[in-house]
């Protein structure tokens, strides 16, 4: 029994002997990092692909930072907007813009003053022309068109432009990544002032109100002796939805001169229109009387009348600067001469308008009456198949011959008043204006320098109405040649006119001003 007891005894303390030995052995390997975990029996090959795995983490953490560096630097150098140039004329727009890097194609947009963007071209430079009669729906040709199938009048209406670089980023909507500015690119009108009236001290104005304006600042300005203004802000006045805007002003002492200027926003930026400028310094001669023979571009077409007053015309503009009595006898499409042939088609001054003012028909005055006459009257007998005639003549069918019949009328007229103790009349007479409408209203064509059936051109029949003048001038009539070259010509026809013939408001009231000066100057002698 002692002797089992004490190989146990044996047995156990060599177990324990073993255990103790055995314990560095596996300190050694759970340090070493080769214990048998129950993982793959080869340590070393597990411990490689660690490594490449925190590599390739350490990698892609660093690809991250990275792309999203790529991505904040793209995010700050985003493509520039185009910047939009814009030729706007009454038949087409010019358009062109800056090149954006990285895009090809771009899309311009349109939009009149009250309607929504329209994409009318996508293209792949940085120009374009709009050609309003090829891009304009029959609907919107019928409300925007002024004249015929071809023209839109700009000194009426604000046409707007904008254009899209598109970014083609992939899988992804190219419209989604355009550039472009907010409100594109437009040109504000200049407001046209069509009356004044003094009451109290104070100047009750009115004016015409300007499509895509924001508001209208009203000044009063003096004129030194050194021939500069000086200008005083009176109000700015918020843009209404009416018409016209009625403004109560009270200028300072020697201003007598009033501006008024439209205002919008653009991209954010204050934009200025022309401004009108206006005086009641001359509106003196409410007791003088001025005639007016002429045809639509007297009349003052295309504009009708506001309230029966024709306010865009210059015989209205000559009212109310002068304060005189005007009486526009134009009707358009009046000719000069009488042409038998055709005569129910078109008015004709020498056997309508002329026999009536002789005997004072609708107004009671004659041509005696009057201090003042107006004269442009031929555009019509250029296109309606009158022929010049030689410059004596007195043929009532011939431009020359009716030109002479007219004179000779008015000539005889001033005689009776002279004796009569009054100031001798005067006759102004403006050169036919120049124009760019005549075979194919949409390709423009000068009038001045083509030769119509008889072989004559517009400056023809203006050269001979010259002449006739100057004939009569040496006589004794007062005449003074109103020279037009500088309001309309080649260069600025396209902008000075709504459809290269009749002129734009702003046109008309600079005509007005500038032979109110006339009328004023030779009334003042």
């Not at 005894?9 to 255990?19: F, L, P, R, Y």
């Not at 009236?197 to 004016?207: D, G, Q």
Request: aromatic content about 12%; some cysteine; hydrophobic content about 30%.
């Amino acid at each position: 029994m002692n002797k089992r007891r004490s190989k146990n005894k044996n047995i156990i303390i060599a177990g324990i002997s073993a255990v103790f030995a055995v314990i560095p052995i596996v300190l050694f390997c759970i340090f070493s990092g080769r214990v048998n975990t129950g993982k793959p029996k080869n340590t070393w090959r597990t411990n490689i692909s660690k490594t490449d795995e925190n590599k390739n983490k350490t990698a892609a953490r660093k690809k991250s930072k990275e792309t999203k560096k790529v991505q904040k630097t793209k995010k700050t150098t985003k493509p520039k907007k185009p910047e939009i140039t814009a030729d706007i004329t009454n038949l087409c727009t010019r358009l062109s813009w800056t090149p954006v890097k990285g895009v090809n194609t771009y899309s311009v947009y349109r939009k009149m003053e009250d309607s929504g963007w329209e994409r009318i071209v996508t293209v792949h430079k940085t120009s374009y022309t709009d050609t309003y009669y090829k891009t304009f729906s029959q609907a919107e040709k019928r409300r925007y068109f002024t004249w015929g199938k071809y023209f839109i009048d700009m000194s009426s209406h604000t046409i707007s432009y904008n254009v899209h670089a598109e970014i083609n980023y992939k899988d992804s909507n190219p419209q989604s990544k355009a550039v472009y500015g907010k409100d594109g690119y437009f040109k504000l009108n200049a407001p046209i002032i069509v009356e004044a009236r003094s009451y109290n001290k104070n100047i009750m104005l009115t004016f015409s109100n300007v499509p895509c304006a924001s508001y209208y600042n009203v000044y009063c300005a003096k004129l030194d002796t050194s021939g500069k203004y000086t200008y005083k802000k009176l109000k700015t006045i918020p843009q209404t939805v009416s018409q016209f805007t009625n403004c109560s002003i009270k200028p300072a002492e020697g201003y007598d001169y009033f501006v008024v200027t439209a205002f919008g926003k653009r991209n954010g930026e204050t934009v200025k229109a022309k401004s009108d400028s206006f005086t009641l310094k001359n509106s003196k001669f409410s007791n003088k009387k001025i005639l007016f023979i002429g045809d639509s571009i007297t009349y003052g077409t295309p504009y009708y009348a506001v309230s029966g007053r024709k306010v865009y015309s210059y015989p209205w503009r000559i009212h109310e600067l002068t304060g005189a009595y005007c009486n526009n006898t134009a009707v358009g499409g009046a000719t000069l001469a009488d042409n038998p042939q055709t005569r129910s088609a078109r008015n004709r001054v020498i056997i309508n308008v002329v026999p009536q003012i002789k005997t004072g028909y609708g107004t009671g005055l004659t041509f005696k009456d009057y201090d003042a006459i107006v004269i442009c009257v031929g555009t019509n007998d250029y296109t309606d198949g009158i022929r010049l005639g030689s410059l004596d003549s007195t043929d009532k069918t011939t431009y020359c011959g009716a030109m002479n019949i007219l004179l000779r009328t008015i000539a005889d007229a001033n005689t009776a008043r002279v004796k009569e103790g009054k100031k001798p009349l005067t006759v102004v007479m403006p050169d036919l204006f120049y124009s760019d409408n005549y075979h194919v209203p949409s390709v423009p064509e000068s009038r001045y320098d083509t030769k119509n059936g008889f072989g004559n051109t517009l400056r023809d029949f203006n050269d001979a109405k010259n002449n006739i003048a100057e004939k009569y001038q040496k006589k004794g009539l007062n005449i003074i040649r109103f020279k037009t070259d500088s309001i309309v010509n080649k260069k600025n026809c396209a902008y000075a006119t709504v459809d290269n013939l009749h002129m734009t408001k702003y046109v008309y009231e600079k005509i007005g001003d500038a032979l109110a000066d006339v009328i004023v100057n030779d009334l003042e002698k």
